[in-house]
């Protein structure tokens, strides 16, 4: 669970260190508010996968079938963390009016999508 831990981390420093900003209107407060959803729904979509990794493990009575859409409900939301967790720096940046480099973050965000978007088609065919 350390991507949770991360997680938890980052959402702690936006709150700690950028809240006081917002409250007194220094920021984007839509970004603000848009990064921090963004932080605690990359935390519960980590955990809910983990927990559907964890049936798929721990329980033994649990059939092959229902392994299989645990498996694949697990994945997916994994990856819907992933790249929620990892669209975060662009954000903070973003919020903090530092556009230049929130531009190069976003951008490598892209990338990182599409190379898992590309590595999921082939593992679907493997």
């Given at each position: 669970?350390?991507?949770?831990?991360?997680?938890?981390?980052?959402f702690t420093f936006?709150?700690?260190?950028?809240?006081?900003?917002?409250?007194?209107?220094?920021?984007?407060?839509?970004?603000?508010?848009?990064?921090l959803t963004t932080?605690?729904?990359?935390?519960?979509?980590?955990?809910?996968?983990?927990?559907?990794?964890?049936?798929?493990?721990?329980?033994?009575?649990?059939?092959?079938?229902?392994?299989?859409?645990?498996?694949?409900?697990?994945?997916?939301?994994?990856?819907?963390?992933?790249?929620?967790?990892?669209?975060?720096?662009?954000?903070?940046?973003?919020?903090?009016?530092?556009?230049?480099?929130?531009?190069?973050?976003?951008?490598?965000?892209?990338?990182?999508?599409?190379?898992?978007?590309?590595?999921?088609?082939?593992?679907?065919?493997?």
């Amino acid at each position: 669970m350390t991507l949770i831990g991360s997680n938890l981390a980052i959402f702690t420093f936006v709150l700690v260190f950028l809240f006081p900003r917002y409250a007194s209107n220094q920021l984007n407060g839509v970004l603000f508010q848009v990064t921090l959803t963004t932080t605690l729904l990359a935390i519960f979509l980590f955990g809910i996968s983990g927990v559907y990794y964890l049936e798929v493990v721990g329980v033994a009575k649990t059939s092959i079938a229902r392994k299989r859409v645990l498996v694949q409900r697990g994945d997916s939301l994994f990856v819907v963390s992933l790249m929620l967790g990892t669209a975060m720096p662009a954000l903070i940046l973003f919020t903090l009016g530092i556009t230049a480099v929130a531009v190069i973050a976003t951008g490598l965000w892209a990338l990182y999508v599409g190379f898992i978007i590309q590595q999921g088609r082939k593992l679907r065919i493997s």
